[in-house]
């Protein structure tokens, strides 16, 4: 990988996003309104509010990212963009990780609104940090991007890209432990559940709603998560096409 061909790659798709203005309302804007849906769901249920937003700070910047970049991705295939720029020194790696990293810092952002309106709007409140429900909000958006990546190199038009969405977000969402706990699941989900990676996200968001210092089960559970980001990114590399016909 050459860091100036990534940096490029990553200013590159950051002035795209910045003209996109209904993309950009999606990764900033929506997020804090569902946030505010929530708040009104929950009114008079404060302890449940504070745990539902609490790991959906986690969830929205996963789900989002996901959609964002799968697409995003699968645009420069089918324009031939992406077969322009690899006639160029830009390998595979620069491109995955140039994006990867364009798309976490907008998810710094969305990050950030969104937990700034759940703490300074909605009351949200948890014994540790918000910080530390950004630091994990963005590492869970670096997710979403990575195995958007992924996916993307596995679909021929934007339809296709979407309906990775069930297959590969959904089951995580009912498996993370937001619905059931999973310690509570049956024997062969729990093996389902310990696979999946936004489960080790939303067991890191509890404890920063338990916890007032980060604990070291939530250090383990980033690094499972950054792990599998960057894990999901090689592969997305390796699988990565120039066009789709």
């Not at 996901?66 to 697409?71: E, G």
């Amino acid at each position: 990988m050459n860091p100036r061909i990534t940096a490029a790659t990553a200013a590159r798709a950051l002035r795209q996003l910045r003209h996109d203005r209904r993309t950009v309302a999606l990764l900033v804007v929506v997020p804090a309104l569902l946030l505010g849906l929530l708040y009104f769901m929950y009114e008079d249920a404060g302890p449940t509010f504070d745990r539902i937003a609490l790991i959906m700070l986690g969830v929205f910047p996963f789900v989002t990212m996901f959609l964002v970049t799968s697409i995003a991705m699968l645009r420069e295939r089918t324009t031939g963009t992406l077969e322009r720029l690899l006639t160029t020194p830009m390998g595979k790696v620069d491109l995955l990780f140039g994006y990867g990293i364009a798309f976490s810092l907008a998810a710094a952002v969305q990050a950030a609104v969104a937990v700034g309106a759940a703490y300074g709007l909605l009351g949200l409140d948890t014994v540790g940090s918000p910080w530390l429900v950004v630091l994990i909000a963005i590492l869970n958006a670096v997710l979403g991007v990575a195995l958007g990546l992924l996916c993307s190199a596995f679909a021929r038009t934007e339809f296709q890209a979407v309906q990775f969405l069930p297959v590969v977000v959904v089951p995580q969402l009912l498996l993370c432990g937001l619905f059931v706990p999973r310690g509570q699941m049956a024997g062969w989900l729990q093996v389902v559940s310990d696979v999946m990676p936004l489960s080790y996200a939303v067991e890191a968001l509890g404890q920063v709603g338990l916890h007032a210092a980060a604990t070291a089960t939530m250090w383990h559970d980033l690094l499972v998560v950054t792990g599998a980001a960057v894990a999901a990114l090689v592969l997305a590399a390796a699988t990565l096409r120039r066009r789709t016909p």
